[in-house]
């Protein structure tokens, strides 16, 4: 009776915690969404020289920012600490940090575009100083949210996920590119890099970022705090039918116990290569060590061509020519009005024709009437996401000799995801928040 007790009493406690940190997520965008429409109006009410009325909005809206980025540190402390301490399934875990990144993300991201727009303004000094400290802020906020990610990789079940395409190499290198985000990284980095298309591959990448990441992380705990210098070659070693072997090896430029040889069970690593029908060895030296991998990975399936050119809403075929940015025309695809607004006024100076869709379903209507240079696609939309949404455009595609290019902005940044992006046939992937130069550049390079 006794545990019967304790167990009902631990369990009201969990959902005592869950309420709480729910409402504290509910305030924190609530907050957000009122300090967004502030800075939004101040950026506009700027470019009509009412500088007096604007100047009140930005330091209400960054003041109101300020207090949101020390909830929000707050909040992602408590969530780092829960997710540490949590006994529950590691699915549920998975479901709580994947929420959380998503939620924090947007308000993040719109912070982090409208201060670049009002630091392009002409503030007045204090103004300026203000704007300055919230950017500081969201920076070390944006660090704690890619740490929590990184730790998350570590935690993530075993459980059997969709197999998709994706590169080697290229989910190696965002595995690097994500843990050097670390606030204290202290990995250099040597990846030497080959034909990324001898790399192509159907599976899971998750399994590969996560033996990357605990490697790196094994690494970094015994550096003392010193920079190490990692080397990471690829090689294929046999194939089959079916498979091909890769070799990976990771050598370092001090000594590191890379395994425990008297319990080499407790690496994630380890579990993760041997499920997995790898093979490891680890070779110590003179203020070096080596980790040779040798892992199977499934051929890539072929791409299924579903639809034909006279299918009824197929994209129209035409010929690419290249553009100057300013003559382009691009197709905004979100749900969330403050996050479409935001986009607008970072490429309405830049570009001169910029349509807007709040669905996947009313993107690819628009796709099949009208003519566009770039899709600009979010992820997570009702109707219709942009998963589902990029992969009907590619099959309407089929056959047309067109191709779209898409990109990906979205709050989803957990392991993996950058991988489901691109397995769909989105072109480039960027995770929220990004610096709208960032946006601009990959726009440029798509043209």
Known sequence: ?????????????????????????????????????????AVILISFNLRLIAGLLVISGAAMFLMIIRKANDLIRTA????????????????????????????????????????????????????????????????TVNELTMESAGNLSFETRKQIRYNILSTIQNTIELYSLKEKANIDFIFN???????????????LKQ??????????SQNSGLPTKV????????????????????????????????????????????????????????????????????????????????????????ERVRKELRDI???????????????????????????TASNGKEAIEKLSSSSYDIVLMDIVMPVMNGIIAAEK??????????????????ANAMIGDREKCLSAGIDEYLSKPFQPAVLIEKIKQLL
Request: aromatic share 6%; glycine share 4%.
């Open 193 to 207: 890099k080959k034909d990324y298309s001898e790399y192509d591959c159907q599976g899971d990448p998750i399994i």
């Open 393 to 410: 455009i590619r099959e309407l595609e089929a056959g047309t000799e067109t191709h779209v290019p898409i990109i990906a902005i979205t």
């Open 329 to 355: 025309n691009i197709l905004l695809v979100e749900d969330n009005l403050i996050n479409q607004k935001i986009i607008l006024l970072t490429l309405k100076p830049l570009v001169n024709s910029i349509d």
């Open 80 to 143: 780092k600490e829960s997710f540490r301490d949590a006994s529950s399934s590691n699915e549920k875990k998975d479901d709580v940090i994947t929420d959380f990144s998503h939620r924090i993300r947007e308000p993040l991201n719109n912070l982090v575009i409208i201060a670049d727009l009002l630091m392009a303004t002409g503030l007045q000094k204090k103004q300026k100083e203000l704007i300055e400290t919230f950017i500081a802020s969201t920076n070390n906020m944006v660090t």
């Open 231 to 318: 080397t990471i070659n690829l090689r294929k070693e046999r194939e089959s039918d079916r498979e091909r072997y890769i070799g990976m090896r990771i050598q370092t430029d001090r000594s590191t116990n890379f395994i425990d040889q008297e319990d080499d069970k407790v690496h994630l690593a380890t579990k993760l290569i041997a499920s997995n029908n790898g093979k490891f060895t680890q070779e110590p030296g003179n203020n070096f060590t080596v980790l040779n991998i040798s892992m199977p990975f499934a051929y890539p399936v072929a791409d299924v061509k579903m639809a034909s050119a006279g299918e009824t809403g197929t994209v129209a075929p035409r």
């Open 1 to 41: 009776m006794m545990e019967s007790d304790d167990y009902v009493s631990v369990n009201s406690e969990n959902k005592n915690a869950d309420e709480i940190f729910r409402k504290k997520k509910a305030s924190i965008e609530t907050y957000s969404i009122i300090a967004s429409i502030c800075l939004i109006l």
């Open 211 to 220: 033996i990357f990441l605990d490697i790196f992380n094994t690494i970094e």
